[in-house]
Structure formats: C-alpha cells, structure tokens
T-cell receptor, first 115, second 111 residues
Framework: QQQVKQSPQSLIVQKGGIPIINCAYE??????FPWYQQFPGKGPALLIA?????SEKKEGRFTISFNKSAKQFSLHIMDSQPGDSATYFC??????????????FGKGTKLSVIP | NAGVTQTPKFQVLKTGQSMTLQCAQD?????MYWYRQDPGMGLRLIYY???????DKGEVPNGYNVSRLNKREFSLRLESAAPSQTSVYFC??????????FGDGTRLSIL
C-alpha cells in the first residue's frame, strides 16, 4: 500500500509565524506532489503543487521544499494570518493508466493561527 | 462555472437503506473520483473513472458501486448502508496530470 506520512497532526502558531508541515513518501513512482487546503464544510482546494525535478516552489506566502533523495517534502507558510487557519493535506500523484492519476493523501494537519 | 457539484449536501439514512450520491463537473474533465474522509484518516479513494465508460476500484471499494453516466456525471451508490459508511464523501475531477478539483462534499450519517 502506497503511503504518505504527514506531520504534525496539529499546529498552533502566532500571527506572523512560519508554520512548517512535513510529508514523507515511499514510492519513487510519484509524478507530482500537491498540497490542498480545506476549510470546515468545504472540499479540499489546491494550494500549490511541485514536480520531483524541482527543489523549491513559491506561490505568494506558500513555499514547497522538496528533497528527492530523502523522499520528503514540506510546506512553509510565510507571515501566517488567522485566515490561514485550516486543515492542510499533502498528497502524491501516481499514474494509474488511461491518462489518469491517483492521489495518495497524508492524514492532514490542522493549523490554527492565533491573532 | 460551477466546477464540481455534489448532491445532496447532507443525508441521514437508516442501516440497510440504499442511496445514490450524485456528482457532476462542467470542466470537460476526463477523470473523476470518489473519496471518503473520516477524522484522522485523510481522504481515501473509493472508486475512480479514468474516462467515460471505465471504472476502477480504489483503496476502500467494499460496500459501494459507481456509474460513469457520461463525461460529466459520476455517481456513487450504497446498496445497503452500514454505520461504518458514515462519512463525508467527496467527488473530484481532473484532466490528465493536473491536480484534482474537489466538490464541497456530501455529509452522510447512517443510524
């Protein structure tokens, strides 16, 4: 069974802090690694994604760092705001045939940003 | 542009009842997916459809059936609901190797 291990399970930071969420995977056949943000009562929404040939990607205040040799990747949120309080999921995508990709998700990190 | 639309948003069933969860996307995506989300478990794939006319099992298919009615619609059916199927169900769609787009879920309780 393919796995993606995510930590921590929950995280509390002060406004302006830099929360870091870590993920590790086992299968080397993954093609890309997306992060999703989920607010209560809503579906997961794509935040940022990275391919394994890139070591870092930034979009606004969100940065993914990727270490291919260690099979690890992480999400950093710069200058965190109370509005960033949500559950964050890392995932890994593997080709499953017929032009389709399957996502394997981590178990999620609940982030709370305190004003 | 509604994206991925799921109906109903909430449902309460009794053990043994059947029901169908509906999903429709208007983004002309080829692939569609059904997940369940349980506390502390992340999202687990139930079934997926790589293209119209094809369906395949995911990680947790037992107790479920699916139908890819056309390119837009992908339904999930519970033939005989069990309390263990109490969960939030999400549908997603995608084209090729792009990240998946999710609906807002169906919250299902089985008593």
């Amino acid at each position: 069974q393919q796995q993606v291990k995510q930590s921590p399970q929950s995280l509390i930071v002060q406004k302006g802090g830099i929360p870091i969420i870590n993920c590790a995977y086992e299968n080397t056949a993954f093609d890309y690694f997306p992060w999703y943000q989920q607010f209560p009562g809503k579906g997961p929404a794509l935040l940022i994604a990275i391919r394994p040939d890139v070591s870092e990607k930034k979009e606004g205040r969100f940065t993914i760092s990727f270490n291919k040799s260690a099979k690890q990747f992480s999400l950093h949120i710069m200058d965190s705001q109370p509005g960033d309080s949500a559950t964050y999921f890392c995932a890994a995508a593997a080709y499953s045939g017929a032009g389709s990709y399957q996502l394997t998700f981590g178990k999620g990190t609940k982030l709370s940003v305190i004003p | 542009n509604a994206g991925v639309t799921q109906t109903p948003k909430f449902q309460v069933l009794k053990t043994g009842q059947s029901m169908t969860l509906q999903c429709a996307q208007d983004m002309n995506h080829n692939s569609m997916y059904w997940y369940r989300q349980d506390p502390g478990m992340g999202l687990r794939l139930i079934y997926y459809s790589a293209s119209e006319g094809t369906t395949d099992k995911g990680e947790v298919p037992n107790g479920y059936n699916v139908s890819r009615l056309n390119k837009r619609e992908f339904s999930l059916r519970l033939e005989s609901a069990a309390p263990s199927q109490t969960s939030v169900y999400f549908c997603a769609s995608v084209r090729g190797d792009q990240p998946q787009h999710f609906g807002d879920g169906t919250r299902l309780s089985i008593l």
